[in-house]
């Protein structure tokens, strides 16, 4: 049984912003919520993510351990 008096403002029509822009309504507790990052301008979401690592990791062990000749 839920006691009215305890329990949170419900705001079903929540506005998340993002850099002072508009992205989505939801239901929150509060009833603006300000966001740093979100699923349109992260870069694993948008495709421009970037691997900085450019040698594979195989080939780091076998260069560290000097195993480039086991098969000889």
């Known amino acids: 049984m839920v006691k009215k008096h ?9 506005k998340v ?6 992205i989505m309504t939801v239901g ?3 009833p603006e919520l300000h966001v740093d990052i979100w ?12 691997i900085i690592d450019t040698e594979g990791r195989v080939e780091r062990f076998m260069r ?3 195993l480039d000749n086991i098969n000889n």
Do not use: A, E, L, M
């Open 17 to 22: 912003y993002c850099d002072g822009q508009h």
């Open 28 to 30: 929150s507790t509060k």
């Open 64 to 66: 560290k351990y000097n």
């Open 39 to 50: 699923s349109g301008n992260h870069p694993f979401f948008t495709g421009s993510q970037r």
């Open 6 to 14: 305890i329990q949170p403002k419900w705001y079903p029509q929540s």
